[in-house]
């Protein structure tokens, strides 16, 4: 007969300097903590308090949770999409601090292109001679007004160790309870660690360090990634968990998969407007399939719900 009381399981090393191994959690040592966070979350919502990063957009917070949840999440699309576009429009508007991690765009374009969404100025206005340079200045002004928790890490030319975003990020979350990290892109930031290994090996392990950061910090983190090619081919399937490039760990260690594409039946509008719609390819917090209608203001570079 089995025994109905088994012995606690003891899950400290055997030996103090043993390397780590996995804790072991019977089902009664995760109930406090399960709790406390619903009751962080019932407190927060009583009080009209967010209980994590939020978006601009009500029906993708919505199907996110209520909020962008702990863990690594994948944007994905094509060249052109607006992926940087929804990035930078996620980390100013997320009612929290946020470090975004540029690895491709210098962050004096970031700065334009955040100005172009936060005061309706078309982006090309800032490179064709019509603005003086106190007029550029007064328009970003009010977009550092308007993102004030927002700082831009510029890895461009080096690389972002791991260790340092998690130091940078400590340091930006101070004496606030949520924080967003966004990487921009994944590829760019996997090649820039300098190791000889193959796209898959590299973006695997960019992955695994992502996921940690997260966990260790305790917040999300998202990460743009650029789709592969077999994923534009004529009659691809729809489903796009494996349409990242370099690796299909890139979708399956991450809480949320999210596709951007054109509408290309759809084509811009007499303003340039463009339909865009985002799915849910993945969601551990809600539905997958999931889809949200967008329009992407390309002149200035904002998203909004159709």
């Known amino acids: ?55 601009p957009f009500p029906k993708l917070t919505e199907q996110w949770g209520g909020c962008i949840s702990d863990g690594l999440h994948i944007v994905l699309g094509g060249s052109g999409v607006g992926k940087t576009a929804l990035g930078l429009q996620l980390a100013g508007e997320c009612s929290c601090p946020c470090l975004y991690i540029t690895c491709e765009m210098t962050p004096g374009e970031l700065l334009r292109r955040t100005t172009a969404r936060v005061t309706k100025t078309y982006l090309g206005k800032f490179k064709d001679g019509t603005l003086t340079g106190r007029t550029v200045a007064d328009l970003a002004g009010k977009a550092a007004e308007q993102c004030p928790r927002l700082v831009i890490a510029d890895a461009t030319q080096v690389y972002a160790r791991p260790e340092w975003i998690k130091q940078a990020a400590e340091t930006i ?7 967003l990290i966004v990487v921009d892109s994944l590829h760019s ?46 009659g691809a399937s729809k489903d796009k968990v494996g349409a990242g490039a370099g690796s299909r760990k890139i979708e399956y260690g991450s809480e949320s998969v999210l596709s951007l594409e054109r509408d290309d039946d759809q084509g811009p509008s007499p303003t340039g407007d463009q339909a865009v719609t985002l799915q849910f390819a993945k969601n551990r917090n809600g539905a997958a399939g999931r889809e949200i209608k967008l329009i992407f203001e390309g002149g200035f570079q904002r998203y909004r719900e159709a």
């Not at 979350?173 to 924080?179: E, Y």
Request: a negative charge; hydrophobic letters at 40%; aromatic letters at 6%.
């Open 1 to 55: 007969m089995a025994d109905s009381n088994p012995p606690p399981i003891n899950s400290e090393p055997m030996d103090a300097g043993a390397a780590k191994t996995p804790e072991l959690f019977p089902l009664s040592r995760l109930i406090d903590s399960v709790a406390a966070e619903s009751n962080r979350r019932f407190t927060a919502r009583s009080t009209g308090q967010p209980f994590g990063p939020l978006t």
């Open 173 to 179: 979350k101070a004496g606030n309870d949520h924080l």
């Open 189 to 234: 930031w996997a090649e820039s660690a300098g190791a000889e290994s193959q796209d898959y090996e590299l973006i695997s392990a960019a992955c695994r360090e992502l996921r940690t950061l997260a966990a260790n910090l305790e917040c999300p983190i998202i990460a743009i990634s650029e789709r592969n090619r077999a994923s534009f081919a004529k």
